[in-house]
């Protein structure tokens, strides 16, 4: 045969070769399929430890409630109720030892991401009361007025 059916079948086979030599020294010794077989596919095993490790980043309002028994009271009657603590206040993670206290979010726009009028009947926005944010107190925090933790109340 000729070199140009020689060549490129010498190339191919060199590249399988490479390929299958740095799997050896590449693919770890405990990856592949387990006693378990297909239902978790490849993994290493190695590494199961590790993914049960991690603390989970948000905790939720039953935690935040186990220390702020008086903002979670009236909260879970209100509509604010199905919003989690961590939403305002940021990942627990750590609290209450690293921070201390947690990062309050005051922004307006956080509240405006619900609260903000919209006029389309079929969002189910127009169930949440919304404001219009160039007339009703410019500039302002809404906390300032309102009590987030709970909305029901009139002003302060």
């Known amino acids: 045969m000729k070199s140009h059916v020689w060549r490129p079948l010498w190339v191919f ?3 399988v070769a490479v390929i299958l030599l740095a799997r ?17 596919g490849w993994y290493r095993e190695g590494n199961v430890q590790e993914w049960k490790d991690p603390q989970p980043k948000y ?5 935040c409630a186990e220390c702020h028994e008086e903002k979670t009271t009236g909260r879970d009657a209100s509509p604010h109720g199905a ?3 961590e939403n305002c206040h940021g990942p627990a993670l750590g609290h209450p030892d690293d921070p201390p206290a947690l990062a309050i979010d005051r922004s307006r726009e956080l ?3 619900c ?6 009947p079929t969002s189910g926005r127009m169930a949440i ?4 944010p160039q007339s009703h107190n410019p500039g302002e925090e809404c906390s300032s007025c309102h009590d987030p933790h709970h909305p029901n109340l009139e002003e302060m």
């Not at 020294?25 to 077989?37: A, I, S």
């Open 129 to 132: 009361p919304g404001i219009d």
């Open 24 to 40: 050896v020294f590449l693919v770890p010794e405990d990856f592949g399929v387990h006693e378990t077989g297909y239902m978790y």
């Open 13 to 15: 086979l060199a590249i």
């Open 115 to 120: 609260h903000a009028w919209l006029p389309y």
């Open 83 to 85: 919003i989690q603590c």
């Open 111 to 113: 509240c405006l991401r």
């Open 59 to 63: 905790l939720g309002a039953v935690y």
